[in-house]
């Protein structure tokens, strides 16, 4: 089975920061990637779809970037509101990485 | 409005059996490939089970599979999840998931989530 690894798994940054967060797969993946974005109690939302796809709506400080083993979630100016946990997703088979917690500084 | 809403939580022993429901509103339910996902307490996200748009094929995790039954009923815009078997392990908040993929039949457990549903919570424990 594939493995998705996020790192780092917490992270504090500051408004304004560039923030990268990394997805790393356990073997090369051929299929696409997709990010969502968890705020607090709320319900996952979808960012990214098909590794670098913003999805209609989400701002465009986020990108999402990545081939073989290694992908990116790249959020160019951090805003207070993306205070939020970051999920990747690999579309097939589906597995979610573990997460990683955004906090703002 | 597009949403989708579900229902069918609760607590439950261990061994027993819970029916989810996640009534679709707002587009055209018929036509996309649905998903369960949950989310343990304090947890990440977990894939759970997938049908194609016309219910001719599913998929399922494997913690789940033999255990868990996903169905659809087109005509009442619902999705279902029938658990049996329940397990500890399966306390999570259930989310009914819209995939972007419209008039796909599933070959395997694929997809991703556009839309998702508020929740139902499941506790099992005895």
């Known amino acids: 089975d594939i493995q998705l690894t996020q790192s780092p798994s917490f992270l504090s940054a500051s408004i304004g920061d560039r923030v990268i967060i990394t997805c790393r797969a356990s073997?090369?993946?051929?299929?696409?990637l997709a990010w969502y974005q968890q705020k607090p109690g709320k319900v996952p939302k979808l960012l990214i779809y098909a590794t670098s796809t913003l999805q209609s709506g989400v701002p465009s400080r986020f990108s999402g970037s990545g081939s073989g083993t290694e992908f990116t979630l790249t959020i160019s100016s951090l805003q207070p509101e993306d205070l939020a946990t970051y999920y990747c997703?690999?579309?097939?088979?589906?597995?979610f990485g573990q997460g990683t917690r955004l906090e703002i500084k | 409005q597009v949403q989708l809403v579900e229902s069918g939580g609760g607590v439950v022993q261990p061994g027993r059996s819970l029916r989810l429901s996640c009534v679709a509103s707002?587009?055209?339910?018929?036509?996309?490939?649905m998903h369960w996902v949950r989310q343990a307490p304090g947890k990440g996200l977990e894939w759970v089970a997938v049908m194609s748009y016309d219910g001719s094929n599913r998929y399922y995790a494997d913690s789940v599979k033999g255990r868990f039954t996903i169905s659809r009923d087109n005509a009442r815009n619902t999705l279902y999840l029938q658990m049996n078997s329940l397990r500890p392990e399966d306390t999570a908040l259930y989310y009914c998931a819209r995939d972007p993929a419209v008039f796909v039949v599933v070959v395997a457990a694929m997809g991703a989530f556009d839309l998702w549903g508020q929740g139902t919570m499941v506790t099992v424990s005895s």
């Open positions: 997703q690999l579309l097939n088979p589906i597995t």
């Open positions: 073997q090369g993946i051929s299929s696409y």
């Open positions: 707002g587009f055209t339910f018929s036509n996309h490939v």
